[in-house]
């Protein structure tokens, strides 16, 4: 019953940027103890980590998006986000939200958005 809804893709040029967001339902309560993180499918490739950010605020990224790329988070709002700076048509990708803690009893990810870099 817990809902994760993103937003923010859409098609950009290559150099551009976009911001993206992940909006957790009202069930969670208990919104800081989740690892929130962005994963990214492109076509013919497996998911994969783009970036995490605990509830303290540590972040990890993968080293593509490094420079480029900043998560946060709202934890009263219980919302993620996502700056993409720098767009390549490489980050093309549908974008998902995942929320998890850290046993991973729960997971769970959104319905994805589509980001399209043009080159």
């Known amino acids: 019953q817990v809902q994760l809804v993103e937003s923010g893709g859409g098609l950009v040029q290559a150099g551009g940027s976009l911001r993206l967001s992940c909006v957790a339902s009202?069930?969670?309560?208990?919104?800081?103890?989740?690892?929130m993180g962005w994963y990214r499918e492109a076509p013919g490739k497996q998911r994969e980590l783009v970036a995490t950010?605990?509830?303290?605020?540590?972040?990890n990224y993968t080293d593509s998006v490094k420079g480029r790329f900043t998560v946060s988070r709202d934890n009263p709002k219980k919302t993620l986000y996502l700056q993409m700076n720098s767009l390549k048509p490489e980050d093309t990708a549908v974008y998902y939200c995942?929320?998890?803690?850290?046993?991973?009893?729960?997971?769970?990810w959104g319905q994805g958005t589509q980001v399209t870099v043009s080159s």
């Open positions: 009202t069930r969670i309560f208990s919104f800081y103890a989740y690892i």
């Open positions: 995942n929320a998890r803690v850290s046993s991973g009893v729960y997971n769970y």
């Open positions: 950010i605990t509830g303290g605020g540590t972040t």
